[in-house]
């Protein structure tokens, strides 16, 4: 258990290039595990696998749908079975072949979104996947995966392959603070109580999770008690640990690099109205960001331990 | 099931299978008779002579697959399984009807033995593809069969993956146009015209046979041939006739999404006696 004070923001690499690196060796475990990717191997990292396993990645282009589409049938031929793009092409384009090919039939397909979210920087908001959320959720029988770092993707992964279900993994582009170290332990569907904390609760994902830590650490400055809890699984959802987040400390600051309207934020909210109503206040985006490097954009869009600490504060005024 | 290589006999089933195409639609009704009837011959033709297949192994990992893209008409797929002997043939008629395993469209949560959930257009062929590519990588000389119809081929999707399996030759891939030129708004000459499709397929790559679809016996060449040309998949184009084998359901635009009512099945049934 960390103490916020302590928390020091150090970059590991990639979330993307734990995936890509995790791949490999899942590889070298399990030879049913393929791989397509749409001419962006590069960039999702699935390069690494390509390099070793060539006959087991498959190169679709750029064609997202045929890609899951064909994920589909390797799955349903008992294959296991990565597809990755760019979380804003892979999910969007093939989200009608994800609903009635993978969803519904509950088909062993794993989908691997990575570049999420306006930390992306220079590219802008065609490629900046916002959505994603609200559309892996939508989705019945997935099981949606945010990690924050290096170990927690790696755990992702490796649960994806051995798991039999379709699962959506959401990974970024930038390098992520480090926030576990390689060693930590993760069990699927169960939030982790980062920093404990009885005045208030920092609920968040991906790379809000380390935006999370710092704020905790300023509000432990200022005499607020901040629980944070790490919500790497958002389907299905922590209701336990919310509901006692929203008992013990009364009142919560949901965290995401994703649209507010319809991301982490509402699942929580659902939740707590059905179990234990509190306030609650949420950090996220309000609509489409420009290019710019990722560091900026964090800044001019809200997404930092300042903005937190700012909802910590009125959700505690709410109290 | 008898399987047999005999057209005479092949067609013999043929009827049995558009009898149980018009009573499952009538007791429906609702449904697609008219793009069932097209391709009676086509599954008859796979099931009962062309493919390695065995009801009493389903889950058999060397079968060779059958995708029924063209989900709307599942119909002919439930008679045609249930003539084989993977699902009861008594409760063809419950097709539709709520808590019966014969939805409206394939459903693999009903149908285990279903290779693949269908019936958003144009999906099909990938997921072939994808089946494919598995008995590829695990050395399995199955292949894998994808019925499309004329109609889906509209969409996108269908060409992102014809240039794929051309490309990747994936020559354990045939895939056959129910080519019976009616769709749900009318003629397909006049929604979207596909021609000329044989050319459109041959600029993707594909091996091509054109064969009239209700010709068992050039329909089992077809097929040999596809089998046996290596390097690049086969497409059959096989021409066929809507609502075929009843006479006021023949390239009628009505029938492809309406059922026939009691006297219609009644009429039909002794066209099909």
């Known amino acids: 258990m960390l103490t916020a004070a302590k928390y020091e923001k150090k970059l590991g690499p990639a979330t993307r290039e734990a995936f890509g690196r995790t791949l490999v060796e899942l590889g070298r475990e399990n030879p049913n595990i393929v791989v397509g990717d749409a001419d962006l191997t590069k960039s999702t990292m699935t390069t690494y696998f390509a390099k070793e396993f060539p006959d087991r990645l498959f190169e679709c282009g750029i064609a997202e749908a045929n890609m899951v589409a064909i994920g589909a049938g390797l799955a349903l031929a008992g294959k296991i079975p990565f597809v990755s793009s760019f979380s804003a092409f892979v999910i969007t384009k093939g989200f009608e072949q994800l609903r009635v090919l993978v969803a519904y039939p509950n088909v062993n397909l794993k989908v691997v979104g990575t570049h999420s979210g306006i930390s992306i920087g220079e590219d802008g908001p065609s490629q900046m996947s916002v959505e994603e959320i609200a559309l892996a959720c939508a989705l019945p029988n997935f099981t949606v995966l945010s990690p924050a770092d290096e170990a927690s993707t790696k755990w992702a992964v490796r649960w994806a392959a051995e798991h039999y279900g379709p699962v959506f993994i959401r990974t970024g582009r930038p390098k992520a603070p480090i926030v576990y170290n390689s060693d930590a332990s993760f069990e699927i569907g169960k939030a982790v109580e980062l920093v404990p904390g009885t005045d208030v609760t920092i609920a968040a994902t991906g790379l809000l999770v380390a935006e999370a830590l710092l704020a905790a650490g300023q509000l432990e400055t200022e005499g607020i008690s901040a629980r944070v809890l790490d919500i790497h699984t958002i389907k299905p959802l922590d209701e336990e640990a919310l509901e006692r987040a929203a008992r013990e400390t009364g009142a919560l600051v949901v965290a995401e690099e994703h649209l507010v309207d319809c991301g982490l934020g509402v699942r929580v909210a659902q939740a707590l109205a059905r179990r234990c109503p509190a306030p609650v206040e949420f950090i996220g985006l309000t609509g489409y960001a420009e290019s710019g490097s990722s560091d900026q954009l964090l800044d001019k869009y809200g997404l930092r331990a300042a903005n937190i600490v700012d909802a910590a504060r009125r959700v505690l005024a709410r109290k | ?273």
């Open chain 2, 1 to 273: 099931m008898e399987r047999t290589k005999d057209p005479a006999a092949l067609a013999s089933i043929c009827k049995q299978i558009r009898r149980h195409i018009i009573t499952m639609t009538g007791s429906a009704k609702s449904g697609h008779p008219g793009g069932s009837l097209s391709a009676v011959e086509i599954v008859v033709t796979l099931y009962w002579d062309v493919m390695r297949h065995d009801p009493a192994r389903p889950d058999w990992p060397d079968r060779d697959r059958f995708i029924l893209s063209k989900g709307h008409a599942a119909p002919v797929l439930y008679a045609a399984l249930a003539e084989c002997g993977y699902t009861p043939k008594e409760t063809l008629n419950t097709l539709r009807k709520i808590g019966s395993i014969y939805q409206g469209h394939p459903d693999k949560r009903f149908i285990p033995v279903l290779e693949a959930s269908t019936g958003s257009l144009g999906e099909g062929l990938s997921a072939g593809i994808g089946m494919a590519l598995a008995a590829r990588l695990d050395k399995r000389d199955c292949r894998t069969y994808v019925l499309l119809g004329d109609g889906e081929i509209q969409e996108g999707q269908i060409w992102e993956a014809a240039m794929f399996a051309s490309f990747h030759k994936v020559d354990n891939l045939c895939a056959i146009v129910d080519y019976n030129k009616l769709q749900l708004d009318g003629f397909v000459k006049d929604i979207l015209d596909l021609e000329p499709l044989a050319d459109k397929w041959r600029a993707f790559g594909w091996h091509v046979i054109p064969v009239d679809g209700h010709d068992i016996a050039a329909l089992q060449k077809a097929f040999a041939e596809a089998a046996a040309t290596k390097g690049k998949p086969t497409v059959i184009i096989a021409h066929t006739v809507k609502g075929k084998g009843v006479s006021f359901m023949e390239n009628s635009p009505k029938y492809h999404g309406v059922a026939p009512t009691p006297e219609e099945v009644e009429l039909a049934l002794k066209e099909l006696a």
